[in-house]
């Protein structure tokens, strides 16, 4: 692995897939990278986040977005987070094909990641793959969210900037006001804007940016697109360049990176434990017959969860003491 990792610095870039499911297979193999680089290396990349529901066209969103950041010679990396199923733990990958004109690019690096049940719709992964794309001279990282729900934080503390993508559909005022995107999104697109009700709904985010925003130096902006169309990206790819130019060393946004690393850190660890305890293969004994004992109704959910809880974390601290 060493010896992958010292080539693909001295610029052997088609290596990059293999050195990832190298860390994608082996968590001892990413601790080993991420200990031998600098700790700031992430900076060196600009990360911009796009979330949003599913069907929201987020990936053709990227798609779009890629062809302008290209036109200004810049190198690009596109993280795309697929859902991985409950049942059979794999996923099917399929927002390459939306990308799938890029790969022929030398300065374009596309890549999925199953997002291994994480339940803020991104893989614990990202950083470590945004890190690498940065020690690689990756001016621009992308990375696109399972689009799980309303509540994606995970993605708002790894990014940048983070773009929250809605539809004419995506809900009445009830829904959008009760959305905790609507406080974490730097610019806001209502995508298929050819829909009807997209002006309606522009201004209803417009009202709730106005709400939630009144203290910040930075007012997002409330963009549509159509994005199968390319109407609007030029203004999406504007903003974005104003975003970055505007914040990138003010004292918001310095003090909004700090909290992201302990946030990343708190995000990384309670997709860990989840893991552990609900995989079959590493779970503990004592798990597996609490399960059982929920599926045949001898104990309620909430009950067989706080007692696995319990045990674990306040039983064994106890007994140490």
Not at 90 to 99: C, K, P
Not at 112 to 136: E, M
Not at 147 to 167: M, P, T, W
Request: hydrophobic content about 40%; overall charge neutral.
């Amino acid at each position: 692995m060493d010896e992958l990792i010292k080539r693909l610095f001295e610029g052997e870039t088609h290596l990059l897939p293999k050195v990832i499911s190298l860390l994608e297979k082996d968590p001892n193999q990413a601790v080993s990278f991420l200990s031998s680089i600098d700790l700031d290396i992430r900076r060196k990349t600009y990360t911009i986040g796009i979330t949003g529901p599913p069907g929201a066209g987020k990936s053709t969103l990227i798609s779009e977005l890629v062809k302008y950041f290209d036109d200004a010679k810049t190198k690009i990396g596109v993280i795309l987070c697929d859902p991985t199923s409950p049942e059979s733990g794999g996923a099917i990958l399929g927002d390459r094909i939306r990308l799938q004109d890029s790969f022929l690019n030398p300065n374009i690096f596309v890549r999925s990641i199953p997002n291994y049940r994480a339940d803020g719709g991104v893989s614990p992964l990202v950083g470590v793959v945004t890190s690498l794309l940065a020690a690689c001279d990756y001016e621009i990282v992308l990375v696109e969210s399972v689009g799980v729900g309303q509540n994606e934080f995970d993605l708002a503390c790894i990014s940048d900037i983070l773009i929250v993508a809605l539809v004419p559909e995506s809900g009445d005022s009830v829904q959008i006001m009760k959305s905790g995107l609507m406080e974490l999104g730097d610019i806001y697109v209502i995508n298929k804007s050819d829909r009807v009700g997209s002006i309606e709904m522009q201004k209803l985010v417009k009202s709730q940016v106005v709400m939630n925003f009144h203290d910040s130096s930075w007012k997002p902006p409330v963009i549509l697109t159509q994005a199968q169309t390319s109407g609007g990206i030029e203004d999406l790819y504007k903003s974005i360049v104003m975003y970055k130019e505007k914040n990138m060393n003010s004292s918001e946004i310095l003090l909004k990176k700090e909290r992201n690393k302990v946030a990343e850190f708190k995000m990384i660890l309670r997709n860990m434990i989840t893991a552990y305890l609900l995989d079959k293969n590493t779970a503990p004994a004592e798990i597996s017959s609490v399960v059982e004992s929920v599926n045949n109704n001898k104990k309620a959910p909430y009950v067989a969860a706080y007692e696995v809880f319990n045990d674990l974390f306040f039983k064994k601290n106890k007994l140490r003491n």
